[in-house]
């Protein structure tokens, strides 16, 4: 059980760039959550998906795009990376909702210069 | 709209001494309450949760934390730290959606 992955740990881009950050469970979790982390701010929820091919908004959605087309995956998606999008990157699973134990993922690096 | 406040960004202990974390909640219905622990370098880990079956509620590692409705406020215990505690600790509160407080760095000293 590798629980939580995410691709890549780091990641350098150009502002302007896009760039796909990979998340994937092998627990059949229904939600999945991706969260962006900043000093002193703790974690926001960007967005989540309560199951395959439904996705909604959480607290921080602009400028990140999400589809969950199978149960296992949900991709985050930067269209056109922006200085302001340099974070960590956690991606999380839970089997019922926020209200059951959520199992996050290593994190991604990501700067954008 | 929830919100988390996390009372200190940053406490030191000595090993052996009481730990206490302070978070305060606001929620608009009666909320699910959690504690996470992130080690360096790592995603965060559950240590427990209020979901109104128990005011007091127990956690893995010795960890605790006491739901208080009059104060809002749901803070984090442990008798005796540990070396091993060190770590970034955060309070989170899901009525709507899931939020979470900007974090507590706790130090143990030996």
């Known amino acids: 059980n590798a629980g939580v992955t995410q691709t890549p740990k780091f990641q350098v881009l150009k502002t302007g760039q896009s760039m796909t950050l990979q998340c994937a469970q092998d627990?059949?979790?229904?939600?999945m959550s991706w969260y962006r982390q900043d000093p002193g701010m703790g974690l926001r929820l960007i967005h989540y998906s309560v199951g395959a091919g439904i996705t909604d908004q959480g607290e921080v959605p602009n400028g990140y795009n999400v589809s969950r087309s199978t149960t296992e995956d949900f991709p985050l998606r930067l269209l056109s990376a922006a200085p302001s999008q340099t974070s960590v990157y956690f991606c999380a699973s839970s089997q019922t909702g926020f209200t059951d134990t959520q199992y996050f993922g290593p994190g991604t690096r990501l700067t954008v210069l | 709209a929830q919100s988390v406040t996390q009372l200190g960004s940053h406490v030191s202990v000595s090993e052996g001494a009481l730990v206490l974390l302070r978070c305060n909640y606001s929620?608009?219905?009666?909320?699910?309450l959690f504690w996470y622990v992130q080690y360096p370098n790592k995603g965060l880990q559950l240590l427990l949760k209020y979901t109104s079956a128990a005011t007091l509620v127990k956690g893995i590692n010795g960890f605790e934390a006491e739901f208080k409705k009059s104060e809002t406020s749901f803070h984090l215990t442990k008798p005796s730290a540990h070396m091993s505690d060190a770590a970034e600790y955060f309070c989170a509160v899901k009525s709507n959606d899931m939020r979470f407080g900007a974090g507590t760095r706790l130090t143990v000293k030996p």
């Open positions: 627990m059949n979790h229904e939600y």
């Open positions: 929620s608009s219905v009666p909320p699910y």
